[in-house]
């Protein structure tokens, strides 16, 4: 009797109209709450459908109408909104050094669907994974700590590609063809030397599924089919792809929302065993705190935020205001040179009595030799935002460990930018079963050798790529070593202009 008062009852009086050799249909609409939607409910279920019926224009008939609403608004925007993560899972993953210390996830692409582990990088726009390979990274025969093989992909293996031709609107190389029909070529120069990704643009389907049923969704995303890579991501780093997360309109989130699968955000998490989650759509909780985007050169480019101040426990040295990248492709935090000398004074001026290491080998300047007794109390590190909200540092501190498994030397895990834009990348939490042995970096590598900065230009009507910071900054046989509680360190980026932390 219930169901058959919130009925939307359609009382469909179908005629045949032949007029002109033309086809015509009619139907009589007829309103929910009508006694002729009442006697047909009052019929279907033996004569009582109609004693819940509102009186028209009475109270309870406004009300069972808005609360009507209410429902159908919800069903619309349920329908329309979701949170999608990779239809292998939305766990990431971080593979340590041979991976260039990334986060990773797998994803399927193409019809049918083939498998590719990419490096998550919030510093980039472009989804690209290797294809047709003329130089590309080994796939096989070093990767033993994964549980099935990399994979190559062909755009003439899955029935749902097609080459983006010169002309489309995502083609920002398309004034170098020869024709506008042709396949997009596109390039990627990173900062780090001879490092660069090339190929053609394709349009593919990646699978997805939804948050709350898991159901299969197939969404249609421009793909790098990356055909030649060169300087580091042949040495291990990102060998199976890269997913772009940046602003621009080529990125999985933004065509994700363009299309109206999600609202125009992703959540990052990040655990201390380097295990994580990935959801599109993603706003966070309402605890959660936030700031807002800063343009770079009048444009929302990329993720930019504004620090008012970098305090070392209470005390916040004058003249620490500075904006930094948001980059999920960064290990670790890189500060603007005035700020960091000021930063680290003073985190060397609370960290009274303990010696300076003189054989420091790390890629950080203010290192210390620790005492038999263990770590000292060393002071907190806190970002200030707009509003006086601020973010507390977990565990800033880069413990090193002697080849008996003694703390010898820890570090201030931070490193100096000449660059007037600071980086805040995601610091490594370190594992004890896994600890970090005192040793010197390789030397035939740079500090930071993944891709600083990509240089590829989009149309008027898109955003440009924007900088990423990644990079194998530590020898090959070490690993990290974790000190706090196995804790979600949560980022939400809202294509909207607004980041949001969390700690929980």
């Given at each position: 009797m219930a169901r058959a008062c919130f009925l939307i009852s359609l009382v469909v009086a179908s005629c045949l109209v032949w007029k002109a050799h033309s086809l015509a249909l009619s139907a009589k609409l007829v309103h929910r709450f009508s006694d002729e939607a009442r006697a047909a409910a009052a019929s279907r279920i033996g004569g009582g459908g109609g004693e819940r019926w509102p009186t028209r224009r009475s109270k309870e008939y406004y009300q069972m109408l808005a609360r009507s609403d209410l429902l159908r608004r919800k069903r619309r925007l349920g329908a329309r909104y979701q949170m999608l993560f990779p239809s292998e899972?939305?766990?990431?993953?971080?593979?340590?050094?041979?991976?260039?210390?990334?986060?990773?996830?797998?994803?399927?692409?193409?019809?049918?669907?083939?498998?590719?582990?990419?490096?998550?990088?919030?510093?980039?726009?472009?989804?690209?994974?290797?294809?047709?390979?003329?130089?590309?990274?080994?796939?096989?025969?070093?990767?033993?700590?994964?549980?099935?093989?990399?994979?190559?992909?062909?755009?003439?293996?899955?029935?749902?590609?097609?080459?983006?031709?010169?002309?489309?609107?995502?083609?920002?190389?398309?004034?170098?063809?020869?024709?506008?029909?042709?396949?997009?070529?596109?390039?990627?120069?990173?900062?780090?030397?001879?490092?660069?990704?090339?190929?053609?643009?394709?349009?593919?389907?990646?699978?997805?599924?939804?948050?709350?049923?898991?159901?299969?969704?197939?969404?249609?995303?421009?793909?790098?089919?990356?055909?030649?890579?060169?300087?580091?991501?042949?040495?291990?780093?990102?060998?199976?792809?890269?997913?772009?997360?940046?602003?621009?309109?080529?990125?999985?989130?933004?065509?994700?929302?363009?299309?109206?699968?999600?609202?125009?955000?992703?959540?990052?998490?990040?655990?201390?065993?380097?295990?994580?989650?990935?959801?599109?759509?993603?706003?966070?909780?309402?605890?959660?705190?936030?700031?807002?985007?800063?343009?770079?050169?009048?444009?929302?480019?990329?993720?930019?935020?504004?620090?008012?101040?970098?305090?070392?426990?209470?005390?916040?040295?004058?003249?620490?205001?500075?904006?930094?990248?948001?980059?999920?492709?960064?290990?670790?935090?890189?500060?603007?040179?005035?700020?960091?000398?000021?930063?680290?004074?003073?985190?060397?001026?609370?960290?009274?009595?303990?010696?300076?290491?003189?054989?420091?080998?790390?890629?950080?300047?203010?290192?210390?030799?620790?005492?038999?007794?263990g770590m000292p109390g060393l002071p907190k590190v806190k970002l200030i935002f707009g509003g006086n909200k601020s973010f507390m540092v977990i565990n800033p501190i880069f413990p090193f460990y002697n080849t008996e498994g003694e703390l010898a030397v820890f570090c201030l895990a931070l490193q100096s930018s000449q660059e007037s834009l600071g980086t805040i990348g995601r610091h490594h939490d370190l594992d004890n079963n896994r600890r970090m042995p005192l040793g010197s970096p390789p030397r035939n590598r740079p500090e930071n050798p993944l891709p600083t900065n990509e240089q590829h230009s989009f149309p008027n009507n898109a955003r440009a790529v924007s900088p990423a910071v990644a990079g194998r900054a530590l020898p090959a046989n070490s690993s990290s070593v974790s000190q706090g509680a196995n804790a979600w360190y949560c980022l939400s980026l809202l294509l909207t202009q607004l980041a949001v932390f969390a700690i929980g």
């Open positions: 899972g939305s766990e990431t993953l971080s593979l340590g050094n041979d991976f260039g210390w990334l986060h990773y996830t797998w994803i399927n692409i193409g019809t049918p669907n083939v498998s590719f582990l990419v490096a998550l990088d919030a510093g980039s726009d472009l989804l690209w994974i290797p294809c047709d390979c003329i130089q590309c990274a080994p796939l096989s025969g070093s990767h033993g700590s994964l549980d099935k093989d990399l994979s190559m992909y062909s755009p003439a293996e899955s029935r749902t590609s097609r080459y983006l031709s010169c002309n489309h609107e995502l083609c920002s190389l398309g004034s170098t063809c020869g024709s506008a029909k042709q396949p997009c070529p596109y390039r990627i120069n990173y900062y780090s030397e001879n490092t660069s990704s090339s190929g053609l643009l394709v349009e593919d389907i990646l699978h997805l599924a939804t948050s709350e049923d898991h159901a299969s969704v197939q969404a249609s995303v421009i793909i790098g089919c990356g055909r030649k890579q060169s300087g580091d991501y042949l040495d291990g780093i990102a060998p199976d792809g890269l997913l772009g997360l940046g602003f621009g309109d080529i990125s999985v989130p933004s065509s994700l929302a363009r299309t109206g699968l999600i609202r125009n955000s992703f959540s990052l998490c990040f655990r201390d065993d380097d295990s994580g989650r990935i959801l599109f759509g993603d706003r966070g909780l309402p605890t959660q705190q936030s700031t807002p985007f800063v343009p770079l050169d009048g444009k929302y480019d990329t993720y930019i935020i504004a620090v008012e101040s970098f305090c070392m426990g209470s005390s916040c040295p004058g003249k620490t205001s500075f904006h930094a990248l948001i980059d999920s492709g960064s290990s670790f935090t890189f500060l603007p040179n005035d700020i960091y000398k000021r930063v680290t004074l003073e985190f060397d001026r609370q960290v009274n009595g303990s010696k300076r290491a003189t054989n420091n080998e790390s890629p950080w300047e203010y290192c210390y030799e620790a005492s038999p007794l």
